[in-house]
């Protein structure tokens, strides 16, 4: 049976480092996949020409319809928000756009629901309550995710976490190999995500790497820039966590990115762990 997976984001970039296998898979396997952006991702990080006239976040849609192209997603939405940044305090609004994070959750759910509705979607990915790593966006995609699922009646919402265990595991194996830049602090995934217990559903995705890779890849204004010179780059701007990630080697890619994790907030911990994020529905 044919099954529609929406795939609901924060920013481009997200769907490829958290969901992109699970939704590969899902096309191969003959489903219908939706991914839905809340914002523009038009205040992340990025090489200071890519920022000029507040472009980037037209460049950052532009490299999600690449991404979504890599994986065989069938239809892209942005819901009109604005990125709301990770400095301490949110962004401005911008001239007729709303940050994310001052959008009213009933409107963004409305919004949401509106998708979910046409789409008559079987499962909604969305995130846990404290946004995976805290990003405000983020959390506010849980809190809108889950309210819109209610208001079209969505028969099943995962959260895509990861086991805290396994990544902060992965980040000290690519420590010994790879510096990270300045913005990004590997023991902040101590706190981040999920514990083991809580997972509900470990997806193989090894057989869409390529795929998940591809997506990566796509978000090339996300791969360099965005801070002040690495001292190990002679003055360049320093390269990102997502451009550490695509040099990994290909066997070595495929195992650390190989799985997919969701957490279905309905189900109590301790169940078995599903292998499907269509399985049991009617």
């Known amino acids: 049976m044919s099954r529609t997976l929406v795939a609901f984001h924060a920013h481009p970039d997200d769907e490829a480092l958290l ?64 990125d709301s940044g990770s400095g301490p305090e949110p962004e401005p609004d911008l001239p007729g756009v709303t940050r994310f994070c001052r959008a009213p959750v009933e409107e963004a759910a409305e919004r949401l629901a509106a998708i979910l509705r046409t789409e008559r979607a079987d499962v909604l990915l969305s995130y846990d309550a404290n946004g995976g790593y805290g990003h405000r966006d983020h959390r506010r995609v849980h809190a809108v995710g889950a309210r819109a699922a209610e208001i079209a009646g969505t028969p099943r919402v995962l959260e895509a976490t990861v086991p805290r265990d396994t990544i902060v595991r992965a980040l000290r194996a690519l420590g010994r190999v790879y510096r990270f830049p300045a913005e990004f ?98």
């Open 185 to 282: 602090d590997p023991s902040s995934m101590e706190r981040a995500y999920s514990a083991r217990a809580d997972i509900t559903h470990r997806i193989d995705v090894r057989r869409y790497a390529r795929a998940k890779r591809a997506a990566m890849r796509a978000h090339a204004s996300q791969a360099t820039g965005g801070g002040a010179a690495d001292p190990g780059d002679d003055g360049q701007t320093g390269d990102r966590t997502l451009a550490a990630f695509l040099r990994i080697p290909r066997p070595l890619y495929d195992l650390v990115f190989g799985r997919e994790w969701f957490r279905d907030p309905s189900r109590p911990p301790g169940e078995r762990v599903s292998r499907d994020v269509f399985e049991g529905l009617p």
């Open 19 to 82: 969901t992109a296998g699970t939704m590969a898979r899902a096309v191969a396997e003959g489903h219908r996949v939706v991914l839905v952006l809340a914002t523009d991702g038009g205040a992340g990080l990025a090489a200071e020409d890519l920022r000029r006239d507040g472009g980037l976040g037209r460049l950052r849609l532009r490299e999600a319809e690449r991404s979504a192209a890599a994986l065989g997603v069938a239809r892209l939405e942005w819901l009109g928000y604005a």
